[in-house]
């Protein structure tokens, strides 16, 4: 921890911002001045008198209504300096039991209905309830003039707030708000948005100016430490716990993720800043320890859709300091030892990504099993999200660029990586799979799979990026990171004991079966297993292409302008699994939409189709395309006859409005003003009410 000289300094400035909010909430110079409670010593305990309450003791019943009722009169008597005006209500408040017995009661302020920010009124009383120790509010002006109709919307609130974050996992929906906080009390919409932001997690409130659309006010309820990390840049931003003075290496967001030393003594302080950016510093290990698990955990989260290192929202500590030359997954914590030679701590991202992949694959299907080819397939999933963690964070060159080769950083036995996923006879590993199956060094063998994955994210070939030779077959084509990374995860998820590679490529094979509607996905994870001769089982499942078929019930229809037509669309499932697809329109006429309900359908389903008119939609025959897309596009023709709307015959006793039309004697009339046709006021005789517009049908 560094030593932070100015933590004295903090403290005394905390303490002066307390004092500022108290001469906020003073009463006015007229009124009687709030007087702080003695504390005296209790009376002894004579005869049958009641012992006196202990130390910090709750107030007893009879207490806490006075305080209620010194409370309330508080409210009235004190209204102009609490800043209430006409507008303003107070909820029934809430109340806290301090040291001593003291009680807090913290109204909740209203304006014309709704919520203040800032505008809380806490009443501080003694333990009996009846002296005042204190009064405050943060509001520090009144409300009365504060718009309440909101301008911005809360779509575009909502839009807003989520701009704040890089990603955004949740978000509240916005509630109008007056921010009463700051120097001009403002109308808002409040939300409180969670996600990551560049410098890691985050769950921001955020305030947004309904008039203008500004940000009036924001905040994090995460700390971000600041670490001075050896293999991750300097300085890093981690996740941590604490308040000003008592800091600890605990993450707020992933509960179970923390950091101590091996012994399980916490690492903590009086300042957010951790490590000296020494190789061999605990505390700096500590730092990249965190750094690549909370980044780790973020991965698996936004690319693989897991909740955790245990898919159920929950983390496990992690222990630096080991002198053993080793980093080690023990079941249920992470373990960060020492390079060969002791001149690192080796919690660089792959390896501690390494580590945590253990504990995805203890807590993913089944059990392992003892089958040394599970031993192998366990190594070989640490190494995977070793390497996937490495691509999420994404560093530069200078620092720890994304590759695939592992631990090259922590100098293990001496400068270069441990291992190489696109070429692991480099470095005495296996490529490639045979039976028996080795049963001797798991880290070599573990060769197997790291070859197969980086066939199947990248190729045997591909452009930018290290050639892999193959073992058998002409060359693979890559389905990207991404992809393999999902495809892999799912796999996992039918983890069967013993589990082996056979086992593994067929639980492969159906994940991409289940995952990617077409068969390219498939063949080219068939084709990356076979390049390393992992075979496949009788009735390994086979790709059909997915395809369906669509039929409109009805193709042809006529409508009159202002009015709907129907029709359902059928889809058919002709080969491969059933499939969603979405519906699309183009071709429909002016002043016309199209919509069909639902808008996606399930092959082997249907959907209503309807083409909804307006009176301005000019007459003719159109042709609308109705287009199904899935793993392929499919489209029918529907074709529409827009008739001119029929015009009524004139009727007398009728009320008509300007820009009706009437036909009458074969000649169409349009109304020209608002009135009621009574009898003898025949169209062609009120020219100041009917004009002719053309010749019409006999009425």
């Known amino acids: 921890m560094r030593s932070n000289s100015s933590s004295r300094t903090v403290a005394l400035l905390a303490a002066g911002a307390l004092a500022v909010g108290v001469l906020h909430a003073a009463p006015p110079a007229s009124a009687a001045p709030t007087r702080l409670a003695a504390v005296t010593a209790p009376p002894s305990s004579q005869g049958t008198e009641a012992a006196p309450p202990a130390l910090h003791a709750p107030p007893d019943d009879r207490a806490r209504s006075r305080a209620l009722d010194t409370a309330g009169r508080v409210l009235t008597d004190r209204a102009a300096a609490l800043r209430a005006g006409a507008g303003d209500t107070f909820e029934r408040p809430t109340v806290a039991f301090g040291p001593r017995g003291l009680q807090y009661l913290t109204y909740k302020r209203l304006h014309r209905g709704l919520p203040v920010f800032g505008g809380d009124v806490i009443v501080a009383t003694d333990r009996g309830g009846t002296a005042v120790t204190a009064v405050t509010t943060g509001q520090r002006r009144g409300l009365d003039g504060v718009e309440t109709t909101p301008t911005v919307t809360a779509e575009r609130a909502r839009d807003i707030a989520r701009g704040l974050l890089t990603s955004v996992t949740g978000q509240t929906a916005p509630r109008l708000t007056v921010h009463a906080a700051g120097a001009r009390p403002r109308l808002t919409w409040e939300t409180v948005v969670s996600g990551s932001s560049k410098d ?45 003075g008592a800091h600890t290496l605990v993450d707020p967001k992933r509960p179970g993720l923390r950091c101590s030393r091996v012994d399980n003594v916490p690492i903590d302080g009086a300042d957010d800043e951790w490590g000296n950016a020494s190789p061999t510093d605990m505390e700096t290990s500590c730092v990249d320890a965190l750094f690549a698990a909370q980044r780790e955990w973020d991965m698996v989260r936004e690319w ?19 002198r053993q030359p080793n980093a080690t997954w023990s079941g249920s914590e992470v373990e960060i030892g020492r390079n060969t030679s002791g001149t690192k701590l080796i919690g660089s991202l792959d390896v501690v990504g390494h580590e945590f992949g253990h504990a995805i694959f203890q807590f993913t299907g089944g059990p392992r099993g003892g089958d040394p080819e599970a031993y192998t397939l366990d190594e070989s999933t640490g190494d995977i999200f070793g390497t996937l963690t490495e691509h999420y964070v994404n560093h530069p060159a200078a620092i720890d660029e994304p590759d695939y080769l592992l631990g090259e950083k922590v100098d293990f036995f001496g400068p270069g990586p441990l291992r190489n996923m696109y070429d692991p006879a480099a470095l005495g590993g296996t490529p490639c799979y045979s039976e028996p199956f080795p049963s001797g060094d798991t880290y070599a063998a573990a060769g197997v799979q790291n070859h197969w994955f980086y066939l199947l994210a990248e190729g045997s070939a591909p452009a930018g990026k290290p050639a892999s030779p193959v073992c058998a077959g002409e060359g693979v084509t890559g389905v990207g990171l991404r992809k393999a990374a999902e495809i892999f995860m799912s796999g996992l998820h039918l983890k069967t004991a013993p589990w082996t590679y056979v086992k593994a490529r067929q639980a492969t094979v159906q994940s991409a079966l289940a995952l990617y509607p077409g068969c390219e996905e498939v063949r080219r994870v068939k084709a990356a297993w076979d390049a390393v001769t992992v075979p496949a089982t009788p009735g390994e499942p086979d790709c059909v292409p997915n395809d369906f078929s669509v039929r409109l019930a009805s193709p042809d229809s006529t409508v009159e302008a202002g009015r709907t037509a129907t029709t359902v669309l059928t889809t058919t499932t002709t080969s491969g699994q059933r499939q969603q697809v979405s519906l699309s329109f183009t071709g429909a006429p002016s002043g016309a939409t199209v919509t069909a309900q639902p808008p996606v359908v399930e092959t082997d389903g249907s959907s209503t189709i309807t083409l909804s008119t307006s009176a301005t939609t000019p007459p003719g025959v159109y042709s609308i395309t109705v287009t199904a897309t899935g793993s392929v596009v499919r489209s029918a023709a529907y074709t529409v006859t827009v008739t001119p709307p029929a015009v009524p015959a004139w009727k007398p006793y009728t ?35 009917w004009t002719k517009v053309r010749a019409g049908r006999p009425s």
Not at 674 to 686: A, F, I, N, Y
């Open 200 to 244: 890691g997690a985050a769950n921001l409130h955020v305030y947004v100016d309904a008039r203008d659309g500004s940000i009036a006010d924001r905040w994090d309820d995460v700390r971000h430490g600041v670490g001075h990390s050896y293999y991750n840049g300097d300085p890093v931003h981690i996740d941590t716990s604490g308040s000003p």
């Open 655 to 689: 009320s008509y409005k300007a820009g009706d039309q009437v036909t009458y004697k074969g000649a169409t009339y349009r109304c020209r003003i608002r009135h009621l046709s009574l009898p003898g006021w025949e169209p062609p005789r009120t020219p100041a009410l």
């Open 304 to 322: 693989l859709g897991r909740d955790g290192f245990d898919g159920n929202g929950n983390g496990f500590p992690i222990l630096v300091g080991n």
